[in-house]
């Protein structure tokens, strides 16, 4: 029916279940992924027009803007931050329509998509791995119960060791919104990508 998927308690049987929102419905003809117009158009746009830095960086300005405005929220960008966030893909070498660069509170925004990308193009990427921070971790960094903490480590050729990340995510991050946010549906992950790229930072330097 194309609504999104949820997952529903019978509290007669004590079971749950994957449901669309109009959950009590019974004359679905199947699941499917939601907006697959959307996701169709984005995976064509994605095979057309993704670009490696050196392409991205030999762009010019106006090319750029319009790429800005086919990535996801260009409408919430004033004209001086599509600007901003123009030069800075331009001379980083990073895609604004694929997330990899943004504007959030005025200042451009390196996602972990970009960090990522950055990091494979080098060549010296060996790794990451990523876990909950232990108990005495917890501890020692003085991490109260609630909130969600995480150890990453990256490795890098001829390293002798892994560049290592924390990344937290406050108890009162994922309370309040409307539950749209990852901070709140998935504060774990959320988490997990904070360490990951603050251990890429480490690793390699934009």
């Known amino acids: ?120 193009e080098t060549g010296k990427l060996d790794g990451v791995e990523s876990r909950p921070a232990t108990r005495a971790e917890r501890v020692a960094w003085e991490i109260p119960d609630g909130d969600y903490f995480f150890r990453a480590e990256v490795h890098v050729k001829d390293a002798s060791h892994p560049f290592i990340g924390w990344g937290r995510v406050f108890v009162a991050e994922t309370t309040g919104g409307k539950g749209f946010k990852p901070v709140e549906k998935n504060p774990q992950r959320m988490a997990e990508k904070r360490a990951e790229s603050q251990a890429l930072r480490k690793a390699f330097h934009i």
Not at 36 to 47: I, L, W
Not at 54 to 70: D, F, G, N, V, W
Not at 93 to 111: K, T
């Open 1 to 120: 029916c194309g609504e999104w998927l949820r997952i529903v308690r019978d509290i007669e049987k004590n079971e749950f279940f994957v449901s669309c929102h109009d959950w009590d419905r019974s004359h679905h003809e199947g699941i499917t992924r939601h907006d697959k117009a959307k996701e169709k158009y984005m995976n064509e746009v994605r095979r057309t027009y993704q670009m490696d830095s050196k392409a991205l960086m030999t762009m010019p300005e106006s090319q750029m803007l319009q790429r800005i405005s086919m990535a996801k929220f260009p409408q919430e960008l004033t004209v001086q931050e599509k600007k901003l966030l123009a030069q800075v893909a331009i001379t980083y070498g990073f895609d604004p329509l694929m997330g990899e660069v943004s504007i959030y509170q005025g200042r451009p925004y390196v996602s972990i998509d970009g960090r990522y990308r950055k990091a494979q």
